[in-house]
């Protein structure tokens, strides 16, 4: 059993249940979108213009064109090949990212849960532990396409949709807490910092959706943090950790998560290298070493540390 103080060799499984367009364009070809928000939106109106039905629980038409693409990639995106083949090599942990529509409750965006049952019964099989990602939330919290919107980032700004987002995770412990396979809960992924939500150049689809859009504030985030945990915490093992991300401020969290009387808790950190070249960051950079040390900035920090626990 993988603990806070064992180290982990694992592998991201990243386009499965939460599409993006870079990893395999094939399922945006039939709408032409470049994020899975307006991919499913797109097929609604491609539906509806050809008077295709939407499917319902209550009769037996046929699947729309989003089920079918969807669900064509999800059967074979991943299967229990790949989880025989990543624990062959010598992988102990695979994080799975999923949408906030898991539970097939959002209207328009059909829900994928039975997947996530499945590569936990793959897990037992092969002796592989699950991180679950809540990888995206109504709204987004960065604005990229790994946020399911891109161009948006509302979603801190909206106390419902925030409540939703914590009830999502409530229901994803309440199904997985006994799970042998379970390792971990990740909180959220990667809620944008204001120097990267800033240094973006995603551009929205619709500007009135977008207004509003912001980067997502560090005190917001310790306040949402707190929240997820209280209420994970109430529901997980006590030897589960529950996940944090940095929201790209890594140097800015120091002993917060042992004041904020946390336990089995980790923070994860991504280093996107390539970014730190682009020209807005590498302007910035210079302006901070002319004022200030590098390693302050949690954007420009020289260490790549790995993700690390709290206990």
């Known amino acids: 059993m993988l603990g806070v103080g064992e180290k982990i060799n694992g592998v ?29 939106r797109t097929h609604a109106a491609m539906d509806a213009a050809a008077r295709v039905p939407q499917k319902s629980s209550e009769t037996a038409e046929a699947p729309s064109s989003l089920e079918s693409v969807l669900r064509r990639h999800r059967d074979t995106y991943i299967t229990l090949d790949d989880f025989r083949a990543i624990a062959a090599h010598g992988i102990n942990l695979v994080r799975i990212p999923v949408p906030y529509f898991i539970f097939g409750d959002w209207p328009g965006h059909p829900g994928c849960v039975e997947y996530l049952d499945k590569a936990f019964a793959w897990a037992d099989e092969t002796g592989l532990r699950i991180m679950i990602d809540l990888h995206t939330v109504p709204g987004s919290q960065n604005g990229f396409d790994n946020g399911g919107l891109t161009g948006v980032c509302t979603w801190a700004r909206n106390p419902d949709l925030v409540e939703y987002a914590l009830n999502v995770l409530e229901r994803l412990a ?7 396979a379970l390792h971990s809960i990740e909180v959220l992924n990667e809620p944008v910092s204001w120097l990267v939500f800033h240094g973006a150049s995603n551009i929205a689809k619709n500007n009135r959706e977008a207004s509003g859009s912001a980067h997502v504030s560090l005190r917001f985030l310790k306040r949402f943090y707190r929240a997820a945990y209280t209420r994970l915490r109430a529901i997980l093992r006590p030897e589960t950790p529950i996940v944090f991300h940095d929201g790209f401020r890594l140097l800015r969290w120091g002993d917060w998560f042992r004041r ?12 996107y290298l390539i970014a730190m070249e682009s020209p807005i960051f590498a302007a910035r950079s210079a302006q901070r070493r002319q004022s200030r040390s590098m390693g302050s900035d949690p954007r420009m920090a020289p260490r790549m540390d790995p993700a690390r626990g709290i206990p």
């Open 174 to 180: 309440c199904r997985y807490r006994d799970e042998p």
């Open 260 to 271: 904020a009387g946390m336990r089995n808790v980790m923070l994860d950190t991504h280093q």
């Open 12 to 40: 991201n499984l990243g386009n499965w249940l939460v599409l993006e367009k870079w990893m395999n364009p094939e399922p945006f070809q039939p709408s032409g979108a470049d994020d899975e928000i307006r991919m499913h």
